[in-house]
Each structure stands twice: as structure tokens, then as C-alpha cells.
């Protein structure tokens, strides 16, 4: 049976609202490695950096994916 | 003043989001417009100025093999880069800056910065967004600068 169209929709908000949320973490973690660069704490830095990475490669595909489900 | 620089530089987001690695991209695309190598393969850029367009024509290959999709070809209409509109770093940094100061929610085809800009710099993983295109044109909304966004936003403000 096909999904709903309404099902849809409603993940696509869900997921917007994840992918919000990614987002909004990613920045506050990118000022505090900032913050954390400037202490002299290069190694912290250079971690959360590669776990920024991931973070900024998955928002690209979910951002995909909330468009093709709005479609 | 319209020179190869201004010409070219739109490849430049086009060229990393097809893998070339940015600082090496950066370093010889600046120094040089032409033909370049850099680690994953070579990368050419040419720009002509004509009597009534400036293009700029790029091909990728790799292990000297031309992608069939790595090809981009632009023209724009003769005059200073600013004031004709050719996209030009200046218009990217702008960009990126407004994204970063969450000046920008979204963006359609006659916008400033526009879809085509936005959908360039997210193609090289410096923003990302909600692709809202409808039958009445192209937009995106949600625009947010990425890590990579941030960093190259950095490496232009430190070159500038």
C-alpha cells in the first residue's frame, strides 16, 4: 500500500527539524573548537573537527532527502 | 577591470565540488588561470573575452581521461565583473558572509545572492539548504554555512 502523502510531508518536517538541530550543534561545536584552538588545545580541536566533518557530510544528504520527500 | 582572474573564478567552487583539492585548486587557480594539475587529476580553465561576452570553458580529466560531466562552460555579458554581474570571488565571499550572519533565510533567481550562487557554493559543501524550487522557479530556503563554508570563508578573509 502507498504511503500517505501526509506521511510524508510530516517526515519531511521531522527531518528538517533533525537536520535543524544538526546544525545548530555543528555551529555551537565549531565556536567552542574555536574557542578551544586559542587555549593552545590542538588535539581537542583537530577531533572535533573530523566529527564536524561528518556532521557537515550527513546535512548535505539529508538536506537532499527533505527536498526529494517534499517532491 | 575584466581580466582571466574574473572570468575564471567561477570555476572555482565547480572545480572542488568535482574533488580538487582546495588549496592546491586555490594556489594555482590564483597564480595561474589555465591549465593546472592537482591531486586527483588535471583541471583546465581557459577564459576568452570576446566583443560582446566573457567566457570561461573548463574541462576535467583524470588519469588523462575528459569526464563526459566534467565540463562547464559560462559567458557573461561584457563589462566590469561588479557592475555587469560576472560572478566573481567578491560575490561567493559576500554570500558566505551573509550566511554566516544568518542575513540570509532564502534565495530565488533574482535575489541577492542568487539560486544560481547558492546552489554553486552547496555543490562545493560550503553551505548547506532546503532546495524549495517549484513550478514558479528556482529557490532555496534554510540556507546554513557548513564547516568547509567557514573554513574557506576564513582562507578568503586571511588572502583578501
Known amino acids: 500500500m502507498p504511503a500517505k502523502p501526509e506521511a510524508a510531508v510530516l517526515v519531511a518536517d521531522l527531518l528538517t527539524l533533525l ?4 546544525l545548530a550543534t555543528a555551529a555551537a561545536l565549531d565556536e567552542l573548537t574555536l574557542w578551544a584552538r586559542s587555549q593552545g588545545a590542538t588535539v581537542v580541536y583537530d577531533n572535533v573537527i573530523g566529527a564536524l566533518e561528518t556532521l557537515d557530510r550527513n546535512a548535505s544528504a539529508i538536506a537532499d532527502g527533505i527536498t526529494a520527500l517534499r517532491r | ?7 575564471c573564478s567561477p570555476v572555482f567552487p565547480w572545480l572542488v565540488a568535482h574533488g580538487a583539492n582546495q588549496s592546491s585548486a586555490n594556489a594555482l587557480f590564483q597564480s595561474t588561470p589555465g591549465w593546472f594539475s592537482v591531486p586527483g587529476g588535471t583541471f583546465g580553465a581557459s577564459g576568452v573575452v570576446s566583443g560582446v561576452d566573457a567566457c570561461v570553458n573548463a574541462q576535467i580529466y583524470i588519469d588523462g581521461q575528459a569526464l563526459s560531466d566534467g565540463v562547464l562552460k559560462k559567458c557573461y555579458p561584457l563589462g566590469s565583473p561588479t557592475e555587469k554581474g560576472i560572478p566573481t570571488m567578491q560575490i561567493y565571499k559576500d554570500a558566505l558572509n551573509a550566511i554566516a550572519a544568518n542575513d540570509v533565510q532564502a534565495v530565488n533567481e533574482i535575489s541577492t545572492p542568487s ?7 552547496k555543490g562545493a559543501g560550503y553551505v548547506t539548504a532546503l532546495d524549495s524550487s517549484a513550478d514558479d522557479g528556482n529557490s532555496f530556503m534554510k540556507i546554513e554555512i557548513t564547516l568547509k563554508g567557514r573554513q574557506y570563508l576564513e ?5 583578501a
Open chain 1, 19 to 22: 537536520w535543524e538541530n544538526q
Open chain 2, 1 to 7: 577591470m575584466l581580466d582571466l582572474w574574473h572570468v
Open chain 2, 115 to 121: 539560486y544560481t550562487t547558492i546552489k554553486e557554493l
Open chain 2, 155 to 159: 582562507q578568503l578573509s586571511t588572502s
